[in-house]
């Protein structure tokens, strides 16, 4: 025998037949509370890049000098003798020998050295959050009082 699932004396086709049983049952709605949880953004400081000029002094030796003449005598060859003798004049001449220095010459130059950055790198770690959420329970309280 199969089981009706109607009030007795409706027939189950009957389109009023859930609005009566709307009307007659009782309902709550259950709650519970969920955890949301955002993330903010907030400054925590700036960083400013600055330069400037510092003078620092610098000690670098370099080897500077100077020629200086030297009279150096030697004796006459017997071939350079005989050659002279032979022209029988006293040969009239002159040579020259250029002197040099060195000096040093200073000059700065600037030059390009390195670039410097400032970037944000993130650092991230996990945090565990703890709160207590609320949620609500159904009971169903009978009557043992049916008649």
Do not use: C
């Not at 030697?74 to 250029?98: K, V, W």
């Amino acid at each position: 025998m199969a089981v009706q699932n109607s009030v007795p004396g409706q027939d189950p086709r009957d389109s009023h037949r859930e609005e009566m049983l709307d009307d007659q049952a009782a309902s709550v709605v259950r709650h519970e509370e969920r955890l949301v949880i955002n993330r903010q953004q907030e400054e925590t400081g700036k960083l400013r890049l600055r330069k400037y000029v510092i003078e620092e002094p610098v000690r670098q030796e370099v080897t500077v000098g100077h020629d200086e003449p030297d009279v150096v005598r030697t004796p006459i060859t017997e071939e350079e003798r005989q050659s002279f003798l032979d022209g029988r004049e006293l040969p009239l001449g002159e040579d020259e020998l250029i002197l040099y220095r060195t000096e040093a010459v200073v000059q700065t130059v600037r030059v390009p050295y390195q670039r410097v950055r400032l970037v944000a790198q993130r650092t991230e770690r996990t945090e565990v959050i703890e709160d207590t959420l609320r949620k609500e329970r159904i009971d169903i309280e009978t009557d043992d009082r049916r008649a």
